[in-house]
């Protein structure tokens, strides 16, 4: 069983910048890819960015390429925008890197991001 923490929403102006954070308590979470995902209130949780165990493969949804990174523990979100409000959740899977929520096994409790304009 993988136990998953986020870390580091928060609120931010738009143009600014976070940091979040996802750890993990299982040291085999370095054999899981992990992805992270966001819900905005009224609407359908979404894919934001995945990676793979090895770093290899990365996946950024097209609403936030070129603005967000993500790393193994971090997700660095940069010029940040009102649209971007949201509980930002980690998750991990054995296997490949996927974008659909349901393929993930094991989640974060969830941490808020807010951006006002």
């Known amino acids: 069983q993988v136990h998953l923490v986020e870390s580091g929403g928060g609120l931010v102006q738009a143009g600014g910048s976070l940091r979040l954070s996802c750890a993990a308590s299982?040291?085999?979470?370095?054999?899981?890819?992990m992805g992270w995902f966001r819900q905005a209130p009224g609407k359908e949780r979404e894919f934001v960015s995945a990676i793979s165990w090895s770093g290899g493969s990365i996946y950024y949804a097209d609403s936030v390429k070129g603005r967000f990174t993500i790393s193994r523990d971090n997700l660095q979100m940069n010029s940040l925008k009102p649209e971007d409000t949201a509980i930002y959740y980690c998750?991990?899977?054995?296997?490949?890197?996927?974008?659909?929520?349901?393929?993930?096994?094991?989640w974060g409790q969830g941490t808020q991001v807010t951006v006002s304009s």
């Open positions: 299982e040291r085999t979470f370095s054999s899981y890819a």
């Open positions: 998750a991990a899977r054995a296997g490949e890197p996927r974008g659909v929520a349901n393929e993930y096994d094991y």
